[in-house]
């Protein structure tokens, strides 16, 4: 407004020269000024409206300056609280889930707030049941204290703790270990209000170090007090090998030296070192982890030590060897041992199987002697037969007759000893007929033992001649022979021999270990028989074909076997007869095992029978004719 008076003044002074002049009519000069005042008005009044539409424009841009910054200010705040709200969540999810056990206190150590994992530590439902609470409540004192007084100090320096193992014991007794770290709690200028902390549950790792710790004692009281031999190296700690006093002793190693792998293969027999070796190539490249090995060492001394030697290694991720270990056990007395027994066993094994040999010879000579008996009284009946004939009789109605040549008609019709010459020739044809009968008879019966005898030997030879050769036979004709072997004792005894042969593929095996089986379970079964007590005896042989073995069973229905007896049966000495050696089963079942066989027994007990069955090894072809008997002459009782 005030820049409008300039303008005013000028007009003025125009006008009042204007008038001075007196050059314009009076009127024109009223008009003059009348505009004059209106255009100073029009100035008054634009000045005054520009002045207060600037006046009106700088408020409204204050306005619109305070307008924008409370705006911002509200928008800054509605952030603020969004972010505090989005961290308060965050927070309460991370109070909720947190593994660890976090919690804040105030300054008399009270808990404040806490996550999910504190109160279930504490055994509460929610963290709401801590709030006021302090360890007191739930430690028993000792370490309460301590965490109390560790909180305290806290507050008062403004020091934390970091990484402080805690041994806690709870009122109840039972103990946890944690890793805690507490630092203090401030506000926002910064004054310590309280403490917080986070700890983690380390009782599992603790327990895993006290076990690591009592393992490694134990390791090392086993390594130096071990009965065998202990070898260890780590690779990481240098590959040096670690002998423990009892493998030192065993290989009679110096105490003072430190010796390495390359030791046990100086010390190693040599017939046992390329099999060593190649194990240890396998577990260096990887093929193996670990193996087992019976093996020798020649020691300084000479002496011949036999080892088991067994070999573990650990790998890292990358299949490289970290640490190996090695069990060294003294089995030099087991292997002397398993030697004698090996003898003793082998002595044993020949003894009952010449005792299974002896039983055959036996029986050949056993079967000899019935037919020899048959024979001598044949002989007998013969020999009686031949002194009561009446041969004599005829010598002396010969010479009668020779007395009456000459009237020989006359002494014939007339005499009374002639009329009675014709019937006696008849009596006497008719006598000396039944003797030539009785005599051809014996004979006859002779000539059937003496072939039997012959029948025996010849067989008995042809099963000796055969020994330790493998063959084709049908088992009918084995089970067959080794009836006739004991047909005599079997008809002496009354026992009926009953045969359930079934069609049988034939056997690959050896004929005289086979008929010692046999002899022997036929007589077993007819002494079982005598004992039964039954008044008639029934032997049934039967013959069963089976997948790629044929059995044949030998059974009886004498005395049977006692349960306790049956898991015994087969033992080396075991008997039941009072006059049993026990080599007879024993020998038996091992031959039939040599034969890639087997030899079972079965009964239901005392009074009820027993069967035992033979199983032999099927062949794959037709069995071949048996051997032509030896000249009968010859006669070797060799089982």
């Known amino acids: 407004m005030l820049t409008s008076l300039p303008h005013a003044f000028f007009f003025t002074g125009i006008l009042a020269q204007t008038w001075a002049a007196r050059s314009l009519p009076p ?19 634009w000045q005054w409206t520009r ?19 409370l705006g911002q200010k509200i928008l800054d705040q509605e952030k603020r609280e969004t972010e505090l709200r989005r961290e308060n969540r965050f927070m309460e999810v991370f109070m909720h889930s947190v593994a660890d056990y976090v919690y804040f206190k105030d300054t008399q150590s009270r808990f404040i707030r806490c996550s999910d994992a504190t109160a279930r530590k504490f055994g509460k439902a929610s963290p709401a049941e801590l709030i006021g609470k302090t360890d007191f409540d739930f430690f028993r004192d000792e370490h309460a204290r301590r965490a109390f007084e560790a909180e305290q100090q806290i507050i008062r320096t403004g020091r934390p703790l970091v990484g402080l193992p805690e041994k806690e014991i709870f009122s109840d007794g039972h103990v946890t270990w944690s890793l805690t770290s507490k630092m203090p709690l401030r506000d926002e200028s910064g004054h310590i209000i309280g403490t917080f902390g986070i700890g983690k549950d380390m009782t599992e790792l603790k327990n895993a170090e006290q076990e690591m710790r009592q ?49 046990l293969t100086e010390l190693t027999h040599p017939a046992d070192l390329p099999r060593h070796q190649e194990l240890h190539r396998q577990v260096v490249s990887g093929q193996l ?24 290694v650990v790998r890292n991720e990358a299949g490289h060897i970290i640490q190996e270990i090695t069990i060294l ?50 002989v007998n009946i013969l020999a009686d037969n031949l002194g009561n004939s009446r041969l004599g009789s005829v010598t002396k109605l010969s010479a009668l007759l020779h007395e009456h040549a000459g ?27 039944g003797e030539q009968q009785l005599r051809l008879k014996e004979v006859n019966s002779l000539r059937e033992n003496i072939d039997h005898m012959k029948d025996i030997v010849n067989m008995q030879q042809n099963y000796a001649r055969v020994v330790g050769v493998v063959e084709t036979l049908s088992p009918v004709d084995l089970l067959e022979d080794a009836v006739r072997m004991n047909a005599a004792a079997l008809t002496r005894h009354d026992v009926e021999v009953v045969r359930e042969f079934n069609t049988a593929a034939p056997v690959l095996v050896e004929r005289h270990k086979v008929l010692q089986i046999l002899i022997n379970l036929i007589r077993n079964a007819k002494y079982a028989l005598d004992e039964g007590g039954r008044p008639h005896k029934r032997l049934v042989l039967k013959i069963e074909e089976g997948g790629p073995a044929v059995r044949l069973f030998i059974i009886d229905d004498g005395i049977g076997i006692a349960p306790e007896n049956l898991a015994r049966i087969f033992a080396h000495g075991f008997t039941t007869r009072k006059d049993g050696h026990g080599f007879g089963l024993c020998s038996s079942a091992q031959a039939a095992k040599e034969m890639n066989g087997s030899l079972t027994a079965h009964s239901d007990g005392v009074g009820k029978g027993a069967t035992f069955i033979l199983e032999l090894p099927r062949a794959a072809t037709e069995p071949r004719a048996p051997a032509p008997a030896p000249d009968a002459a010859r006669v070797e009782l060799t089982a």
Request: aromatic share 8%.
């Open 27 to 45: 009127r024109w000069l009223l008009a003059a000024g009348g505009l004059l005042l209106l255009a100073l008005a029009g100035i008054v009044v």
């Open 51 to 69: 002045h207060r539409s600037r006046r009106l424009v700088r408020k409204c841009a204050e306005l619109e300056r305070e307008n924008g910054w």
């Open 215 to 263: 393992r490694e004692i134990l390791f090392r009281l086993i390594f130096e007090h071990a009965p065998v031999g202990i070898s260890w190296k780590r690779t990481d700690l240098g590959g040096i090998y670690h002998f423990n006093p009892t493998f030192r002793r065993i290989l009679d190693l110096p105490a003072e030296t430190m010796p390495d792998d390359s030791r």
């Open 289 to 312: 982890d670990n193996y087992a090995i019976e093996k020798r060492f020649v020691l300084k001394d000479g002496r011949l030590v036999w080892g088991r030697l067994s070999v573990a």
């Open 329 to 378: 056990e003294d089995i030099t007395e087991r292997k002397r041992t398993e030697q004698e027994l090996a003898d003793t066993y082998r002595h044993l094994l020949d003894a009952s199987r010449f005792a299974g040999m002896a039983e055959v010879a036996t029986g050949v000579l056993h079967n000899v002697g019935n037919v020899l008996n048959s024979v001598n009284v044949s």
């Open 407 to 433: 009237d020989l008609g006359t002494f014939l019709t007339t005499d009374p000893k002639g009329q009675r010459i014709l019937p006696y020739l008849d009596t006497l044809a008719d006598h000396l007929t």
